[in-house]
């Protein structure tokens, strides 16, 4: 069932292990947050066992099985990653920067980073032998979690808060998953999971899963291969929960132990200014960050108020040289819409937030002209299009 170079899980504040030599397989593949201090789990790896020139290669997420946990001939898969790096040379020109690559993440089965994510979740929930699986979710990760549920017949609930987008609602259902929605916000969603749902399942959500981070280290394998492993001078992710922070760092360390890159390349993470409790703690010099009090931000996938990675994440942000900053709604959307007038890509709300960073760290002179940034669009903008049009309304168009 596990790759070779799986070792177990790790709690990442009391450091209790559950191993493949001593723990039942079917508990480590169902195994949530420790239950002795209730902190996230987090994959170990034996990286001396993975041939580097195995995760060279591939055009797929699972082609990379070797630094997963699972292999890939027992995931639940529907072919995703292998997305592209699409050249912006327009936007590089406009930004005075040597180089931008848009990572096209809205290309995934769903539309979105997280089904490289939900892809082992589900997995590891399905090998633990589980009936039900569940999720409180802004709305791509609930989306995700039924389509990959759907290939097994295994029963899952999203909860998602009202403002959640009709794409994300229509396509649970259309994937054959539950769904509750949930009056208020995301918070409201997460309450709503923990009071109402009876049965016993297996907790899906960013962090209480130990595996859904880990499947989006796959992101940093493949923009660094994009890049025949020339590792970029930034790379830029929006952050919501801190999830894609912390799998994309985890990845590109991984790649800096197996020789693949010399060094990690500084990576910055982008929140809205209405939701940033993430920026704001890493603005105040803290190592965690505390619950944001009033979240209101266009950018629902992103209106995460009290994120699970956030402690995480901070120090995945400190550990690359990066930084973690805010853009206004208005930027986003901008962005958003300048990268598909001029560079085709379709870039999401989320994606939007990614690239107003970009165009804040070219503003102030964190990069310039002898720089190359990735940028990572983590959903479709087909995902909420009417946002991104009313932007247009606003300018007369
Ligand atoms: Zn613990």
Same mark, same amino acid.
Request: charged fraction near 30%.
């Given at each position: 069932m596990f790759s070779d170079a799986f070792v177990g899980l790790t709690c990442t504040d009391c450091g209790a292990s559950l191993t493949v030599d001593d723990a039942d397989p079917e508990a480590i593949a169902g195994a949530g947050r420790c239950?002795?201090?209730g902190a996230p789990r987090v994959p170990e790896y034996d990286l001396d066992a993975v041939d580097a020139d195995a995760v060279?290669?591939? @055009?797929?997420?699972?082609?990379?099985? #070797?630094?997963? @946990?699972?292999d890939a001939d027992a995931a639940l898969s529907a #072919? !995703?990653?292998?997305t592209p790096s699409v050249d912006a040379p327009r936007v590089a020109e406009e930004l005075d920067l040597a180089g931008v690559e848009i990572k096209d993440e809205a290309r995934n089965p769903t539309g979105s980073v997280l089904d490289r994510g939900l892809s082992v979740a589900v997995t590891a929930a399905d090998a633990a032998g589980a009936e039900l699986i569940a999720c409180a979710s802004p709305g791509n990760a609930g989306q995700s979690m039924a389509a990959y549920a759907g290939q097994v017949d295994l029963r899952s609930y999203a909860f998602v808060p009202t403002r959640s987008p009709f794409s994300n609602k229509a396509m649970v259902n259309v994937h054959g998953g539950e769904m509750k929605v949930v009056p208020g916000r995301l918070g409201d969603a997460v309450d709503a999971l923990a009071e109402e749902l009876q049965s016993e399942y297996v907790d899906l959500g960013a962090f209480a899963s130990p595996f859904r981070h880990d499947g989006l280290k796959t992101v940093a394998y493949e923009l660094l291969a994009d890049r025949d492993w020339d590792a970029p001078d930034a790379v830029v992710l929006p952050a919501g929960t801190g999830e894609l922070v912390v799998g994309v760092v985890d990845g590109l360390r991984e790649c800096v132990e197996l020789g693949l890159i010399d060094e990690l390349p500084p990576v910055y993470a982008v929140q809205a200014e209405g939701c940033a409790p993430i920026a704001a703690a890493w603005q105040a010099g803290r190592d965690d960050t505390e619950q944001w009090e009033t979240p209101d931000t266009i950018v629902g996938e992103l !209106?995460?108020?009290?994120? @699970?990675g956030g402690a995480l994440a901070l120090s995945a942000i400190a550990e690359t040289g990066g930084e973690a900053l805010t853009v206004e709604d208005a930027d986003a959307l901008e962005s958003a819409v300048a990268v598909a007038s001029t560079e085709t890509v379709e870039v999401g709300l989320a994606g939007g937030v990614a690239a107003a960073g970009l165009w804040a760290l070219a503003a102030d002179g964190?990069?310039?002209?002898d720089d190359e940034a990735v940028v990572v669009n983590t959903e479709a903008a087909t995902k909420a299009p009417d946002v991104l049009r009313s932007h247009l309304m606003g300018q007369g168009v």
């Open positions: 239950p002795d201090c060279r290669a591939g @055009p797929r997420a699972w082609d990379r099985d #070797a630094v997963l @946990p699972f #072919a !995703e990653g292998g !209106e995460v108020a009290d994120p @699970p964190t990069l310039g002209s």
